[in-house]
């Protein structure tokens, strides 16, 4: 039997089912009965919320935990998008999907990847020779392009003197004129400051370098060590380029006849990968309904197998899919569900997503529920802050609605919800940026607990929230199963409120879209600080 044959034989198995139970309730529901009375529909999602919350198991959620674990044990530790631990998770959300009656679209798009493929080597062959330590002495550029030159250096228009040698004072490689009399074939050492890393690596490899080091500026003492640095994904030198300490660039500027051995051992080029979207059965009487799109991203970072990050809010959501799903001809609203991939590549998946869709499909969505880490083992209950009462900026109008319905359902299990900033670097940004509102949970990153927090909530305080964040021991055993049961039952809780609310929310997205491309920009410029961080975003 065809796994679409047996979504079809299990969806009429559990409607049959739940249409007994409301019968039995005395509530007269019927297959021809659409429209029920305004006391009935209430007491249709009463029967709902108990019979999907009851179902959605955390053991459930960890069976799903476990079938990534596994799938990255045979693919190098990883689920990074664009590789075939990333491409084995897409099977395995389509393969529980379509079994539960779904119709899935993986939406394939282009993306340049830029990942570590192992550890890049420094080396100085003349005069004498001295290897340099990674994450010492130097580091990546994050978009770096890969390669392996060996030449002599050429130091750039440098700032390291007094007056108006002053490292304060640097512009080095910010413009073509810095590069007059360049050596083609030279690797560039160039200073930080004044203009961007990309600008500087770019003016180097017109010039005709092979390679280029970018030292930090020297000011400052914040600016002597290592950065993660990034060219931005826009970069096109086409050469490799390193970051290095103040010191170190100082050092090799005053080295005579210089000659360096760079090695990036880095892949970067644009590949094909998929976003997971997914809806229940279309039943004509929700055809003209809004539509709530549930979303976690299904990527992990190259470091490690992402179990926590974000196999907790995937799993969460596969697990709400597969118990509603076959249930959703009693909603008031329409539901969707989504895994985002590239999002550790900066959200690109769900800006992917959102730039593709029509006017009248954008219409259509009332609102967007985020779960990405519900179950960091040193957690915090938070939930995004969408009337930015307590943190700047609030989220479109509707999000204070959706904050108050994830507050209310943590509060009714007994714990305290706590606000956190709605910045937009989950896969919610690229929704808010078009004024859809959104809202949902997440438990902690890189943050560290207070001692406030470790009172209220348990766990240590001093320690990061997910002690395990983007590294290598974010496995199936980097989790709280309190907060990822919790966090399981609130989503499927505030799901359901919504998916019997009257919708929109606030006025229609649509009327945002209208805008031009020019002043939603830089109103959402405005808003939303889109910070990126060495190689990835930071939750």
Not at 128 to 143: A, C, R
């Amino acid at each position: 039997m065809t796994d679409e044959s047996k979504g079809v034989r299990g969806r009429s198995k559990l409607f049959t089912s739940l249409t007994s139970v409301l019968l039995v309730a005395g509530l007269g529901v019927t297959l021809a009965t659409t429209e029920a009375q305004a006391d009935g529909k209430d007491r249709i999602y009463d029967i709902l919320r108990k019979i999907v919350v009851k179902k959605v198991k955390v053991e459930n959620v960890r069976k799903h935990q476990a079938a990534w674990q596994e799938i990255a044990d045979r693919n190098e530790n990883i689920r990074f998008s664009g590789t075939a631990g990333y491409d084995e998770s897409v099977d395995y959300v389509e393969q529980q999907l379509k079994r539960r009656g779904f119709k899935v679209q993986r939406q394939a798009f282009e993306y340049l990847s830029s990942r570590t493929l192992g550890p890049s080597d420094l080396e100085q062959t003349a005069p004498g020779s001295v290897v340099y330590v990674e994450d010492t002495d130097f580091n990546l550029m994050s978009q770096t392009d890969s390669g392996s030159p060996e030449a002599l250096v050429a130091a750039v228009d440098l700032f390291i003197g007094v007056g108006d040698l002053d490292p304060a004072n640097s512009t080095s490689g910010c413009e073509p004129e810095d590069f007059t009399g360049f050596p083609a074939g030279y690797i560039a050492l160039i200073q930080r400051g004044a203009c961007s890393f990309q600008l500087k690596a770019e003016n180097a490899a017109d010039a005709g370098a092979v390679g280029a080091i970018i030292f930090n500026q020297g000011n400052t003492d914040d600016r002597k060590g290592l950065i993660n640095g990034t060219l931005s994904s826009e970069y096109s030198g086409g050469i490799p380029v390193f970051f290095a300490t103040f010191d170190r660039g100082v050092e090799w500027a005053g080295t005579e006849g210089l000659q360096l051995k760079m090695f990036a051992n880095v892949f970067r080029d644009f590949v094909t990968t998929e976003n997971v979207i997914a809806d229940p059965y279309p039943w004509p009487h929700l055809k003209d309904k809004p539509v709530i799109v549930l979303g976690a991203h299904l990527d992990s970072v190259e470091e490690g197998p992402g179990i926590q990050d974000n196999g907790s809010g995937s799993g969460a959501i596969l697990e709400i899919a597969r118990q509603v799903g076959p249930l959703s001809f009693f909603l008031k609203n329409r539901i969707r569900f989504a895994w985002w991939a590239a999002e550790e590549s900066g959200l690109v998946g769900s800006q992917y997503y959102v730039d593709n869709l029509s006017p009248d499909e954008l219409a259509e969505i009332g609102g967007n529920l985020n779960f990405d880490m519900i179950g960091s083992p040193n957690f915090v209950p938070f939930v995004y802050d969408g009337d930015g009462s307590d943190t700047d900026p609030a989220g479109p109008p509707g999000s204070e609605i959706l904050e108050q319905l994830f507050n209310d359902a943590i509060a009714a299990r007994g714990y305290i919800p706590k606000p956190t900033q709605f910045s937009g670097r989950s896969d919610y940004g690229p929704f808010i940026q078009v004024g859809i509102p959104a809202g949902g949970l997440f438990t902690g990153a890189e943050g560290i607990k207070t001692e406030e927090e470790a009172e209220i909530y348990g766990g240590t305080a001093g320690d990061q929230y997910d002690p395990c964040y983007h590294l290598a021991c974010d496995t199936f055993d980097n989790i709280s199963l309190e907060a990822l049961e919790l966090n399981s039952k609130v989503a499927a809780d505030v799901m359901l409120q919504v998916a019997f609310m009257k919708l929109p929310l606030a006025p229609p997205a649509a009327a945002v879209a209208s805008l031009s491309t020019q002043s939603l920009s830089a109103s959402a410029a405005q808003r939303y600080d889109f910070e990126f961080l060495g190689k990835k975003y930071r939750k």
